[in-house]
């Protein structure tokens, strides 16, 4: 049996490849974490809320003349002091807890909020 290669089915079989490779690449890119900066300047949390998912990163960056620490409220995590110009990471895990502080600083706090 022979079978004919025409012009039409050659575009049609193009447009079906590149719709598969563009949604192949949507989904590698969702799957892949996310660092998110929190930038700590003038004794603050920038952004104080941060929202991510579960294996995203968050890095905190020191700006300011201080050190600092992203300490959660029951000790479960912590990054140990954050120097003047140094960052520090964690990674987001399911049971890790949403709120923290500067050990050096209560007043200064943020939240963590984890998507589901």
């Given at each position: 049996m022979t079978k004919t290669i025409t012009r039409r089915g050659v575009l049609v079989?193009?447009?079906?490849?590149?719709?598969?490779s563009?949604?192949?690449?949507?989904?590698?890119?969702?799957?892949?974490p996310?660092?998110?900066?929190v930038r700590i300047t003038q004794f603050k949390f920038e952004?104080?809320?941060?929202?991510?998912?579960?294996?995203d990163?968050?890095?905190?960056?020191?700006?300011?003349?201080a050190p600092?620490?992203?300490?959660?409220?029951?000790?479960g995590w912590d990054t140990g002091e954050i120097a003047k110009g140094m960052s520090k990471e964690t990674v987001v895990t399911e049971?890790?807890?949403?709120?923290?502080?500067?050990?050096?600083?209560?007043h200064m706090k943020g939240t963590?909020?984890?998507k589901l």
């Amino acid at each position: 049996m022979t079978k004919t290669i025409t012009r039409r089915g050659v575009l049609v079989g193009a447009a079906a490849s590149a719709a598969v490779s563009s949604n192949s690449l949507t989904s590698a890119n969702a799957s892949r974490p996310k660092t998110h900066e929190v930038r700590i300047t003038q004794f603050k949390f920038e952004p104080d809320v941060v929202v991510v998912e579960v294996g995203d990163i968050i890095r905190w960056s020191n700006l300011d003349l201080a050190p600092h620490t992203a300490t959660e409220t029951s000790f479960g995590w912590d990054t140990g002091e954050i120097a003047k110009g140094m960052s520090k990471e964690t990674v987001v895990t399911e049971d890790m807890g949403t709120r923290y502080f500067c050990a050096f600083h209560p007043h200064m706090k943020g939240t963590i909020t984890i998507k589901l």
